[in-house]
């Protein structure tokens, strides 16, 4: 008998240690929550309200995490939950009940937290960076909302509760999306790092789609796709509608900036299908309607534009968007009148407040109205108001977030260019499209503020060819002492398909170059239409012509040949700079650094840099020369150096060209690299002459609309170089030091650098063994200031 009650017992313990403790199972039910499973975290919580009914603690606890769960998609029945949970007085469910209620009284949610965290304080302290991060949003100030994320990031990384801090830094990065989307995008890449760690999907998810979105608002449509993708796989995968939602209609956002309507609008059909709440409906019907304007779609596009405002009012919103497609839908059915009449009430603000993103577009409608109409006195100063209106907008993109913005007003630039020239103001159209040239370089140096393009051009003998890439048509202004003359060239995909082609073709070891099926139409296609009146030829690039070797283009004349045999090139970003390049005073005084030892397989060792640097020195005075090689050329050796003290800097090492953090991009030097944000962050701006980085890709690793090739010769020019040589891809270590030992000997012997550097390359070119483009062609000179 005692055997059987024995058994009896330990039957029992072993039920009870099964059956699972309120602990356990609240804490699932949180966890569930935090990972975004709403569903799974309402079925805990109601399985809690079951299982411990009798227990008035846990009773109110998973009441409270149902209301939690429901509340975004039932925000009415998540409210009755909530004020039918009896309440216990004690410290965590009172706490968790204070932050609950703050979801349903946004106008008291602050006041609500604040009690919530003096309470946590002093009872349950675990809750504190939680209740923190929840206030980043509220907050009113920057300053609390950088503290108040300070606190929810040092008190979850403490506690190990990732999924706070990756919300916190979400929190933070929306935040300084206000007014400064560099410092956004920072707290975003913060935010998905933390989601990584945390192993959280869905919070992977959401930290993608806000760096995706933060991307496409400054311009960078290469670094949104990605993330946006691999968002809409996870928010796929993980029945998560929200974010499948954000990352379908950013990704046709991407395409439809990008006028490739017919990707977008897959996108944007999927976009509304994932749509629940009236908001993502009225968006999705909107982004929809917009499309298929574009597509000349008008009669689909009116009634879609139609249900996206019965949304728009079911949601409780104004209606902006809707209005601001009435206009173009009224402008092309054949009333202009009328849409100027809406956009003149939507820029008044008689259907709610337009932030400067918004004006700027409806600005730039209201000018291309104009155009049409042959206003052109009204549709100019309608284009000067929209360009005023973006500068508001690019006021709040600082840093290197910028690069990319002026991508976003091509279109606004290239009307107002077709306006100008429409009335053959050549010159005006050309100062047009330098206004959007450099713009982030011209903030890191002084440039002259007016510029005469012939008076530039006869004070450099030159004559300058300025590119400017559209989607219909490109143009090419061919300025000269005499006169400034615009040819009108093909589409902008047109020709940096050519120009790509030729790009990978010239750095193919041919045995016969001028052989090329793409050198000779690309010369047709780019330079016979402008007029060259000097021997002298300076370009300014634009897309991916920024990557051309334009001297390796082949004049198709009765004896075919490379350009570089008419002419010497050299390349500027901008006008502005250009005409604050000082003239050429051949002075001494030389740093420079390489033949440092091997670094892996990536970098090995580079035989022939001692031998480069032996041949750069010897056209110097020995004793103004500071020759660092080996160990000793180190990135801390050279910013101890004070580079600012010499006219000539020259590098003989490998470097990298980084394409998504271009100023990543470095030199390779011992124990370390030179990154180029080293060398535009230098307290002592540069004085030099010229600086030369003999290595592979120095030119730069990814061009940006307006600003250019942005890399290591980028960063030199930023920090006061006045002319940069670098490489557009691969330089062969045989062909360096011969090509370098030229063009200082030239420069020695009072020739101007572009100079000097054309007579290198015609060496190389009429050589036996180095004649081919791979070898003498991705060396260039740029001029800035």
Aim: glycine fraction near 6%.
């Amino acid at each position: 008998m005692k055997r059987f009650w024995s058994v009896l017992l330990l039957v029992a313990a072993a039920a009870s240690c099964r059956r699972v403790q309120p602990e356990a199972l609240y804490e699932q039910g949180r966890e569930a929550l935090q990972r975004g499973e709403l569903t799974e975290a309402e079925r805990i919580a109601k399985e809690g309200e079951r299982s411990f009914a009798a227990q008035p603690y846990w009773r109110e606890l998973f009441g409270l995490l149902d209301a939690e769960a429901v509340f975004r998609t039932d925000p009415e029945r998540a409210r009755s939950i909530f004020e039918e949970t009896p309440a216990t007085g004690a410290s965590l469910p009172t706490v968790r009940r204070l932050m609950t209620c703050a979801l349903f009284e946004p106008a008291h949610a602050d006041e609500l937290y604040e009690r919530a965290d003096a309470l946590a304080a002093r009872d349950v302290p675990q809750l504190r960076p939680e209740i923190a991060m929840m206030r980043i949003r509220l907050a009113t100030r920057d300053e609390d909302a950088v503290r108040f994320a300070r606190q929810a990031i040092d008190g979850a990384t403490a506690l190990k509760q990732t999924w706070i801090v990756a919300n916190a830094y979400r929190g933070l990065g929306f935040k300084e999306s206000k007014h400064n989307w560099e410092a956004a995008i920072g707290a975003f890449q913060h935010a998905l790092q933390a989601a990584q760690t945390a192993r959280n999907a869905l919070l992977e998810a959401a930290s993608r789609t806000t760096l995706g979105w933060a991307y496409i608002e400054t311009g960078d449509y290469e670094q949104a796709l990605p993330h946006l993708n691999r968002a809409l796989e996870l928010a796929e995968r993980h029945a998560d509608t929200e974010h499948e939602h954000i990352a379908l209609v950013k990704i046709a956002d991407i395409y439809e900036r990008r006028n490739e309507l017919g990707k977008a609008l897959p996108y944007a059909r999927r976009g509304l299908l994932a749509a629940h709440q009236p908001t993502q409906l009225a968006n999705a019907y909107h982004q929809l309607a917009q499309i298929e304007l574009e597509l000349e779609h008008y009669d689909i596009a009116a009634p879609l534009n139609e249900e996206a405002r019965k949304a728009r009012k079911a949601a409780g919103e104004n209606e902006l968007h809707e209005r601001s497609l009435d206009a173009r839908l009224l402008a092309e059915n054949g009333n202009p009148a009328g849409a100027i009449n809406v956009l003149d009430d939507l820029l008044a603000s008689h259907y709610g407040t337009l932030d400067n993103s918004a004006r700027c577009r409806a600005q730039g409608s209201e000018a291309g109205i104009y155009f049409r109409l042959g206003q052109f006195d009204n549709a100019e100063r309608m284009f000067k108001e929209t360009l005023t209106t973006a500068d508001k907008v690019r006021s709040q993109i600082k840093g290197t977030a910028s690069l990319a913005f002026e991508r976003n007003l091509l279109a606004f630039y290239d009307s107002y260019i077709d306006l100008l020239l429409k009335q053959d103001r050549r010159a005006d159209a050309l100062l047009v499209a330098e206004s959007s040239r450099a713009r982030v370089l011209k903030e890191k140096i002084s440039y002259s503020s007016n510029v005469d393009p012939r008076a530039l051009a006869r004070r450099k003998n030159a004559t300058i060819l300025c590119y400017w890439l559209g989607e219909k048509r490109s143009l090419v202004w061919s300025v000269t002492a005499n006169g400034i003359d615009v040819a009108t060239l093909e589409g902008a995909d047109v020709i940096d398909r050519a120009a790509a082609d030729y790009q990978r073709e010239l750095q193919l070891p041919r045995r016969e170059p001028l052989k090329s099926e793409l050198g000779a139409p690309l010369y047709k296609m780019l330079v016979a239409p402008a007029k060259v009146a000097t021997r002298r030829v300076i370009i300014l690039p634009d897309s991916h012509l920024n990557a051309l070797s334009f001297e390796a283009l082949i004049v198709p004349s009765a004896k075919p040949h490379f350009w570089i045999e008419d002419v010497t090139v050299s390349y500027s970003p901008s006008l502005l700079l250009l005409a604050g390049t000082r003239e050429w005073k051949p002075r001494d005084g030389l740093l420079v650094m390489g033949a440092v030892p091997g670094a892996g397989p990536d970098f090995p060792e580079l035989k022939r840099a001692g031998e480069e640097i032996d041949d750069v020195v010897q056209s110097f005075d020995r004793s103004r020369c500071v020759d660092v090689r080996g160990t000793a050329a180190t990135p801390a050796a050279y910013l101890g150096l004070h580079p600012e003290r010499f006219q000539f800097i020259h590098f003989a090492a490998h470097g990298t060209a980084n394409e998504t953090a271009p100023f990543d991009s470095s030199v390779i030097l011992a124990g370390g690299a030179l990154h180029g944000y080293d060398i535009i962050r230098n307290n002592h701006p540069l004085t030099a002459e010229l600086v030369t980085v003999s290595s592979c890709n120095s030119a730069g690793g990814r061009s940006y609309a307006g600003e250019g090739m942005v890399g290591l010769a980028w960063a030199f020019l930023g920090a006061g170089a006045h002319r940069v040589v670098a490489a557009q891809w691969d330089v062969n270590d045989r062909a360096a030091p011969p090509l370098m030992k030229t063009m200082y000997a030239e420069i020695a012997s009072g020739a101007e650098p572009a100079e000097a550097l054309r007579t290198a390359k015609l060496a190389l070119l009429k050589s036996d063994e180095m004649n081919r483009p791979a070898f003498w062609a991705p060396f260039v000179i740029y001029e800035a200031m």
